[in-house]
């Protein structure tokens, strides 16, 4: 309860002293001068909690409103992400299919050096394309799960710079990062 007009002490109502003012302002009103300013006061007071209740109840409202909200992103986030992997599991399955028919040709007999040169830079080609494909899929993952964890805009598990750096397109395709 507010000190101002109404409070409680051990269990018990106190009248502020600005409820004793206002008693003093309707003496003209004898004894019962007292009683109206009590009564004001218990009145202001139920006004002022009712408020409260009322601002409790919203904010309550607009907390459930912002988790609904957080709920239909998330979900739509993972949805998204699904189809997501769907598109890199048949990508990553193709290039392991040029893969392997990249090297079933390396093998075969009578194919020219040159050829098979070729074919063994293609492979090679292949192989790091499905590890760049693996490696973006990743960060892919990483950072529709940080958006489901903390929210959209949420930051906390996108890559600092330096772990940016680190992957083989990002250090010119020379392969490992250097700084280990």
Do not use: W
Request: glycine share 8%; hydrophobic share 40%; charged share 25%.
């Amino acid at each position: 309860m507010s000190k101002g007009l109404v409070s409680l002490a051990g269990g018990h109502v106190v009248f502020g002293e600005a409820v004793s003012r206002i008693a003093e302002s309707l003496s003209p009103l004898g004894a019962a001068a007292r009683i109206v300013a009590e009564s004001y006061a218990l009145v202001a007071e139920m006004r002022r909690i009712n408020l409260e209740k009322v601002q409790v109840a919203d904010d309550k409202e607009i907390k459930l409103a912002l988790l609904d909200q957080r709920r239909r992103e998330s979900s739509a986030t993972l949805r998204q992400m699904r189809q997501e992997l769907g598109r890199a599991d048949d990508s990553a399955k193709a290039l392991r299919e040029c893969m392997v028919n990249m090297q079933r040709e390396t093998v075969k007999p009578g194919v020219a050096s040159e050829d098979r040169r070729a074919y063994l830079e293609l492979t090679q080609h292949f192989t790091t394309m499905l590890v760049q494909h693996h490696a973006d899929l990743t960060g892919g993952v990483a950072s529709v799960v940080d958006k489901v964890l903390n929210g959209s805009g949420a930051a906390a598990l996108a890559p600092t710079p330096r772990e940016q750096g680190s992957g083989p397109a990002q250090n010119g395709g020379r392969g490992r990062d250097r700084r280990r």
